[in-house]
């Protein structure tokens, strides 16, 4: 983590330190273990097509079903989130989809299939705005970019991973009496179910609660934190602030940049390793290996722009427009010149779509009251997943229809630009005011000097422009 800033209390900065060694890593490990688990089906797609004829079009549907139960139970697992604290939801969120994913062995045709995916979104409802919120409950505005970067690091990690480890997986078939497919489900899920039994040792909901740091690092932390999201005590009912967000064209627009991005994101988790089937490689273990390039090489570029995000704030519209650009033209010419020089392009794709994260969750909290931050989060996180569902459904129905998903890439790399488009509109939403270093200072020896509290009505977010960024 960086050091502490001239106007920054140093216990800040060591307390930051610790947070990112004890806390960032255990929801990298997580996130790595979230990626794997709903990801893994895309390794078992042709067993389970030999074994139960669920064929391109229902694991579409059923690689998709998982972000329905996502979506309907994403802001009520926020708002639970909220009443019974993190430290206990996030491990049990943790815990209840890693039991999930490894009852994958049970599946025996397209509604069991359909069921347990149905499921697995249920489980995993809540936990990426749980863990945003976390992140900005817990670290300064200044440590969020990089800790949120690093935490989605461990997605890349995990397709990587989870490409690797799933060629020695199904190579078990026949082990103990069960297929290789039903140990890559077993084995996986029971790893998630023992890091949420050690995350829940590791977390507390609180910073008052965290033993681990000294007195005067979470007094001083505390009160950074409280002066950058000072706002009523009165923040009003979750569905009061749903109503209220919806409302907001800067919502809406949000909302769609991020729908393209997860649309981007699992077209190519669910399909990628047929995609490389299809250029002619047959090996499970090298299927795996290919598979797992555009993540690996995505890692280094998303340190890049988390950094540089962290650094020069202003700087992160910019950054994500890049991003997407890159995702675009990736994706577009993946799909229009296919063959080995095709998996070149998904990388270049997978270098824009995938930086995305660090710098659009920051961009958000800037423009948002933090009275609705949360909702906010977890709203446009459960509607933009929807394009989970959308992405690996119509891929399937495409490759049904004409044996080639080249027409759906197409569609996608369309979305994908005019999501780099409107990235150019984020910069006429105004920032919610910051309290200057010198309202920090009195914070030390006086709550009662913290701003002034902002109405909790969307941070201005239907507001004229103004310090757009």
């Not at 499970?284 to 650094?311: H, Q």
């Amino acid at each position: 983590m960086s050091t502490a800033r001239a106007d920054e209390h140093p216990a800040v900065a060591t307390a930051s330190r610790k947070i990112y060694r004890r806390v960032i890593v255990l929801f990298a490990l997580m996130m790595m273990l979230n990626q794997i688990d709903r990801s893994n089906i895309g390794f078992a797609q042709e067993d389970l097509d030999a074994h139960f004829g669920i064929g391109a079009a229902a694991y579409g549907l059923g690689a998709g079903l998982f972000f329905v139960g996502y979506f309907l139970f994403e802001v009520p697992s926020n708002a639970l989130m909220q009443k019974v604290g993190a430290k206990l939801w996030i491990t049990r969120i943790c815990v209840t989809w890693g039991a999930v994913s490894a009852s994958m062995i049970f599946v025996r045709g397209e509604t069991s299939f359909y069921v347990l995916r149905f499921l697995l979104g249920v489980a995993e409802a809540g936990f990426v705005p749980a863990v945003l919120f976390y992140i900005s409950s817990w670290l300064p505005n200044r440590y969020q970019g990089r800790a949120t970067g690093t935490w989605a690091v461990g997605a890349l990690f995990a397709y990587s991973a989870g490409s690797l480890v799933s060629g020695p997986l199904l190579s078990m078939h026949g082990f103990l009496g069960l297929d290789g497919w039903q140990w890559l489900f077993l084995i996986e899920g029971l790893v998630t179910i023992g890091l949420g039994v050690v995350g829940y040792f590791l977390l507390d909901s609180r910073i008052s609660d965290a033993k681990w740091l000294t007195s005067e690092e979470r007094t001083q932390l505390s009160a950074q934190i409280a002066t950058e999201q000072a706002t009523d005590a009165q923040q009003g009912s979750t569905v009061r602030a749903i109503k209220t967000l919806l409302r907001s064209p800067a919502i809406h627009l949000f909302m769609w940049i991020y729908f393209a991005v997860q649309m981007s994101i699992y077209s190519t988790t669910f399909w990628l390793p047929s995609v490389v089937r299809d250029i002619g490689v047959s090996s499970d273990n090298l299927v795996g290996l290919l598979s797992a390039l555009p993540w690996l090489c995505t890692i280094p570029y998303l340190y890049f722009v988390s950094k540089r995000g962290d650094r020069r704030p202003e700087q992160r519209t910019t950054l994500m427009t890049t991003s997407l650009v890159l995702a675009a033209i990736g994706t577009l010419a993946a799909a229009l010149i296919g063959s080995w020089l095709g998996l070149v392009f998904i990388i270049v794709a997978t270098l824009g779509f995938k930086t995305v994260a660090p710098i659009f969750w920051p961009l958000l909290r800037e423009r948002t009251d933090p009275a609705t931050a949360a909702t906010a989060i977890a709203v446009i996180n459960s509607v933009a997943n929807l394009g989970g569902f959308v992405a690996p459904y119509g891929f399937g129905l495409v490759k049904d229809s004409t044996g080639s998903t080249k027409l759906a890439m197409l569609g996608l790399g369309v979305i994908i630009a005019t999501a780099a488009g409107a990235t150019l509109l984020v910069r006429r939403i105004p920032l919610r005011p910051v309290a200057s270093p010198a309202a920090i200072d009195r914070t030390d020896s006086d709550p009662a000097s913290l701003p002034a509290p902002q109405s909790p009505t969307g941070a201005g977010l239907d507001e004229p422009a103004q310090n757009p960024r």
